[in-house]
């Protein structure tokens, strides 16, 4: 009886110092990965994003965080109540198609999420996450456009949108996506 707890204990032993091996590499591939996302971040130029029909430039407010989450991007547009009207089809297509100009020749694990925060005047928002692999898989060809925005969560004015083929459904109304890259 005293040898199989012997034995039994040893296996614990072992148990626990093969977990905190796995655990230390595993931080410190965290780290890597990490790191080298920051660092492939120094390459984009978010300056080619198309929000709201405007371009981002002086006077827009951006922030850049790399979370667990993935790529976090809050951006904050100074646009004033009279000169706009609301978020169009045409806005939308102009964001999607200006996604790959942006991360186009991005070095990002395909499992990298990207996540825009958009404040759009004083009323409107747009919230967009995708995997970047999903953006890769579409330039390439690989995936059609449907495909592509299915695997997008998007928010409109902080309600989900549903997507059905190349159409994005919120707030009663339809936004049909036509772009291309």
């Given at each position: 009886m005293f040898k199989e707890y012997g034995r039994f204990k040893s296996f614990l032993i072992l148990l626990l110092v093969v977990s905190l091996v796995l655990s230390i590499v595993s931080v410190s591939f965290g780290e890597t990965v990490t790191k080298d996302v920051r660092e492939n971040l120094k390459d984009i130029r978010l300056n080619d994003l198309v929000v709201a029909g405007l371009t981002l430039g002086y006077g827009c407010g951006v922030k850049i965080y790399v979370e667990p989450k993935g790529i976090i991007i809050c951006i904050s547009?100074?646009?004033s109540p009279k000169d706009y009207k609301g978020i169009t089809q045409k806005d939308l297509n102009s964001f999607f198609a200006s996604?790959?100009?942006?991360?186009?020749?991005s070095k990002f694990p395909?499992?990298?999420?990207?996540?825009?925060?958009?404040e759009i005047s004083t009323t409107d928002s747009l919230i967009v996450e995708f995997p970047i692999g999903a953006l890769y898989d579409f330039y390439k060809e690989k995936i059609t456009r449907s495909d592509f925005l299915k695997k997008c969560d998007i928010w409109v004015n902080g309600e989900k949108a549903t997507i059905k083929g190349d159409t994005i459904k919120v707030l009663g109304k339809e936004f049909k996506m036509d772009f291309e890259f």
């Open positions: 547009l100074p646009i996604l790959w100009k942006v991360f186009g020749t395909p499992n990298t999420r990207i996540n825009f925060y958009i």
